[in-house]
């Protein structure tokens, strides 16, 4: 059973530019939230989609935008990049939209803004 | 949703020492999980403890619970080089919607 997968791995992006994550959940999960990491912080919550619908948010921009697909999966799009963007961005799966229980995280995708 | 604060910021043992790491929450909490962050990495769930529980053991890991208190803490026994990590507490109530991180411990194994 494949976990929380993500890709691509590493990008490197230029100022202005635009860019696109993606993020397959574990099986048999239907929630799927996005976190932004900065050197030596913990992970700073962006967003959540459950049943296709971003449920909550957190204090970031409307840069930040999502997507959730039937099958679970899930996209971050970052417009107008900025240095300030570069970071760890991961994602965690769980189930039911109710974090009190685990949740799954993806090894991650590393965002260098240049 | 609440942010739980781990104490303390840093922290270097020698291996085979054990490690004890603390979280202080401000509002009553279902259960408190813990995470482990490998450097640069995504983060492993390692232990949930339920707010009627009062210590939890897994493998090497033993956690603790006080409510009273609103705190707990996590105990590494004979630490390895592997458990050079981040280590995250997530207080939570049932129907939290997301998870508020604070900064963890950052604990360093020397050879």
Known sequence: ?114 | SQQGEEDPQALSIQEGENATMNCSYKTSINNLQWYRQNSGRGLVHLILIRSNEREKHSGRLRVTLDTSKKSSSLLITASRAADTASYFCAPLTSGDDKIIFGKGTRLHILP
């Open chain 1, 1 to 114: 059973d494949a976990g929380v997968t993500q890709s691509p791995t590493h990008l490197i992006k230029t100022r202005g530019q635009q860019v696109t994550l993606r993020c397959s959940p574990k099986s048999g999960h239907d929630t799927v939230s996005w976190y932004q990491q900065a050197l030596g912080q913990g992970p700073q919550f962006i967003f959540q989609y459950y049943e296709e619908e971003e449920r909550q948010r957190g204090n970031f921009p409307d840069r930040f935008s999502g997507h959730q697909f039937p099958n679970y999966s899930s996209e971050l799009n970052v417009n107008a990049l900025l240095l300030g963007d570069s970071a760890l961005y991961l994602c965690a799966s769980s189930s039911g939209g109710d974090l009190s229980y685990e949740q799954y995280f993806g090894p991650g995708t590393r965002l260098t803004v240049t």
